[in-house]
C-alpha cells in the first residue's frame, strides 16, 4: 500500500509562486507515473499535470507556462512548481500516484488560495 501526503499550499498573491510536494511511502516510487489535480467545491475534479515514469509530462492548457511537475525518485516524491498564480488557481490541489494504467493511490490533498 502506497501513502501520499500533500505539502506546501497556503495563501498567496495574485502573481505569486508555490512549489507543492506530494512525498509516497510504502513503496519504490520509480515505477510510479504522477499527478496532481485540483478541486474547486461544484466542479468536477481536473487533471493539471501528469509526470510519466521515464519523465514525460502532461499539462491542462491553462497551466501551460506557469506549472512544472516534476519528480525525485531518491526522495519518492513528485512536486509542482506554480507560478504566476492567478485567482482562478483557487483549489484543493491532490496528488495521485500508481502504475500508468492503474493509478489507484490518493492523497488527501493541500489547499491553495489565490488572492490579495
Known amino acids: 500500500q502506497v501513502q501520499l501526503v500533500e505539502s506546501g499550499g497556503g495563501l498567496v498573491q495574485p502573481g505569486g509562486s508555490l512549489r507543492l510536494s506530494c512525498a509516497a511511502s510504502g513503496s519504490p516510487f520509480d515505477i510510479y507515473a504522477g499527478r496532481w489535480y485540483r478541486q474547486v467545491p461544484g466542479k468536477q475534479r481536473e487533471l493539471v499535470a501528469h509526470?510519466?515514469?521515464?519523465?514525460?509530462?502532461y499539462y491542462v492548457d491553462s497551466v501551460k507556462g506557469r506549472f512544472t511537475i516534476s519528480r525525485d525518485n531518491a526522495k519518492n516524491t513528485v512536486y509542482l512548481q506554480m507560478n504566476s498564480l492567478k485567482p482562478e488557481d483557487t483549489a484543493v490541489y491532490i496528488c495521485?500516484?500508481?502504475?500508468?494504467?492503474?493509478?489507484?493511490?490518493w492523497g488527501k490533498g493541500t489547499l491553495v488560495t489565490v488572492s490579495s
Open positions: 495521485n500516484a500508481g502504475l500508468p494504467s492503474a493509478m489507484k493511490y
Open positions: 509526470i510519466g515514469t521515464g519523465g514525460s509530462t
